[in-house]
């Protein structure tokens, strides 16, 4: 089972040092737009493809445009033998609204 991971819980981690790898799979123009600082971007369509260049005992959050895209990736990697991957929940649009309001939505 994917789990969820909130913004405010993804942002405590990132200030305490402690950081999952944050997989964003927006498209490159999502990105032009707005995007999280330390966030690898590794589009949706090119998961399969890269899966060898994640490290399935990593504690990974996958994240998007609101969770949707996010909740899919999550649930592939799961189904590949990845046991630490989490769907940030609300994506961009929440972390914009909740952490960080400079974003600029879309």
């Known amino acids: 089972m994917v789990h969820e991971i909130s913004v405010e819980q993804l942002k405590a981690r990132m ?11 927006r498209e490159a123009w999502e990105l032009e737009i707005s995007q999280i600082p ?6 949706m369509n090119q998961i399969p493809e890269r899966l060898a260049e994640l490290d399935p005992g990593r504690e990974t959050v996958i994240m998007c445009h609101a969770g949707g895209r996010s909740l899919r990736v999550a649930h592939f990697l799961e189904s590949r033998g990845f046991r630490s991957v989490a769907n ?8 914009g ?4 309001p400079s974003l600029r939505p879309y």
Request: proline fraction near 10%.
């Open 97 to 100: 609204d909740r952490i960080d």
């Open 88 to 95: 940030l929940t609300g994506g961009i649009l929440a972390w």
């Open 38 to 43: 330390g966030a690898v971007h590794l589009p």
């Open 15 to 25: 200030d305490a040092g402690e950081p999952p790898l944050l997989i964003d799979v």
